[in-house]
């Protein structure tokens, strides 16, 4: 706001300040008046009788002030709150429940059924799906956890997982086991000049048990380590597309035979964001996870880094051994903290080393989608490296709504040799955000890329 308008709004604020203030005193004074008049006729000689040809009492400034203040105390007696309709009990609905909000999951806290420890979410997995998330009360404290989770979608997708985990002042540690059902899985070959008509769906089951520990540097660095085996089952998919082994031939790494990890990793966190609010226990960084849909929470201003490196072993054959660094760094820049106006930034890369070249193609990194590439379809682009950079300008149109405009640039590619810089997948936009208490309920991006003009629907905010 320039000084001219600011200087402008100062005095329109005096002047109503001081029309204000002549007003108060012109109505002491009449009352101070009135009184008097009164007062001067009940001390003199006797009234005679009133005069019924004259005006009524209520034309006098004294009588019509007494008639509006009875019609007011009238109105006031008569008056009933109106009936709450459909959209007024939703928001009292609303206003009363609380959550925690995390990439693609929103967990409800609703007093009548968190007393039992049961918190209904919502999720997105292939679709739109919800589930339960149980924390039994006697178990949870404000340095332990223990939660059960079961979730599902329309799409008949369906995960499940167990948390145990313990927190002190510097460590941090828990055991997990999770599993999930994934029956349509798309897959476009390797590459970046992958084809669209090639799409191709795939079955995968996959289950990660493990355990976590790390120790905490002050508030905002974390460092530690993690070990855990993950099992595979390969399989078709669902529906009339042609299969990943009919598509792609059988030579195609992960189709043969399932494949079984034993992850060994390390991992560093350091969080200087200005984050609103504090993150639940448990939801800390996860190397578990796909780092592309891990803890993001909503900030205006600070730093983000996140680097990892897990060593990858076939346990059967030694066949498809590798090893991955991944690094994840985020920027918030404010423009107008009072406008919460600002540009958001992230830089995201993934390589892996494996002896021979060879490892599922499943778990190939993959970007594209709803918290990736917007613009292109979920896990559009798949290989061995990735690099990917989002960049959103954010602005506040409503207390319950932000806009952002974006662009996405992302690449994949089989070796270090191959990169390319000049010839990036891009795809750029505009989002709404709605937004309760600081947080990111939900968000819908309009993008378009070279392949066309994409909506996605997302729980979180994208990081």
Not at 61 to 78: D, F, N, Y
Not at 116 to 128: R, S, T
Request: proline share 5%.
């Amino acid at each position: 706001m320039g000084p001219k308008l600011c200087t402008f709004g100062r005095h329109a604020v005096c002047l109503v300040a001081v029309v204000a203030g002549l007003v108060g005193l012109s109505t002491v004074a009449t009352d101070l008046c009135a009184r008097a008049q009164s007062a001067s006729t009940s001390e003199g000689p006797p009234a005679s009788l009133p005069d019924t040809t004259a005006r009524p009492a209520e034309d006098s400034t004294l009588g019509r002030a007494a008639l509006w203040r009875q019609k007011r105390r009238a109105k006031r007696r008569r008056m009933t709150p109106p009936e709450t309709g459909v959209f007024g009990q939703i928001e009292r609905f609303v206003s009363r429940v609380g959550g925690t909000v995390l990439p693609r999951r929103l967990i409800l806290t609703i007093p009548q059924l968190s007393v039992a420890g049961l918190h209904p979410l919502v999720e997105e997995l292939d679709g739109l799906g919800g589930g339960v998330l149980y924390e039994p009360p006697d178990l949870n404290a404000s340095d332990q956890l223990v939660s059960l989770e079961v979730t599902g979608s329309l799409d008949r997708e369906y995960a499940a997982e167990m948390l145990l985990g313990v927190e002190s002042h510097r460590y941090v540690g828990y055991a997990y086991g999770r599993f999930r059902h994934r029956p349509d899985e798309d897959f476009y070959g390797l590459g970046a000049d992958s084809r669209e008509a090639d799409r191709a769906v795939y079955r995968l089951n996959q289950g990660t048990f493990g355990g976590l520990l790390g120790r905490s540097f002050g508030e905002n660095a974390l460092l530690g380590g993690h070990a855990s085996v993950q099992l595979n089952r390969f399989g078709p998919g669902r529906g009339d597309r042609p299969g990943v082994r009919e598509r792609f031939g059988a030579s195609m790494p992960g189709v043969r035979r399932n494949v079984n990890y034993l992850l060994l990793g390390s991992f560093f966190e350091l969080d200087l964001r200005d984050t609103p609010y504090q993150r639940e226990f448990g939801h800390r960084f996860a190397p578990t996870e796909e780092r592309l849909r891990s803890v993001s929470l909503e900030a205006t201003r600070g730093l983000y880094l996140a680097a990892e490196v897990t060593h990858n072993v076939d346990i059967r054959h030694h066949d498809f051994d590798f090893t991955r660094f991944t690094v994840d760094m985020r920027e918030f820049l404010p423009i107008d903290e009072e406008l919460l106006h600002g540009f958001a930034f992230r830089q995201f890369a993934s390589v892996t080393r494996s002896a021979d070249g060879q490892m599922p193609f499943y778990r190939l990194q993959s970007i594209g989608g709803a918290r990736s590439l917007r613009g292109y379809r979920p896990d559009r682009f798949r290989d061995r490296n990735v690099l990917l950079v989002n960049a959103e300008v954010r602005c506040q149109i409503w207390h319950r709504l932000d806009m952002a405009v974006f662009t996405d640039a992302g690449h994949v590619f089989r070796d270090l040799d191959a990169l390319q810089f000049a010839d990036p997948r891009v795809g750029y936009g505009v989002g709404f955000r709605v937004k309760k208490d600081g947080q990111t309920l939900g968000r819908i991006d309009f993008a378009r890329s070279v392949e066309g003009f994409r909506t996605t629907v997302d729980l979180g905010s994208l990081f």
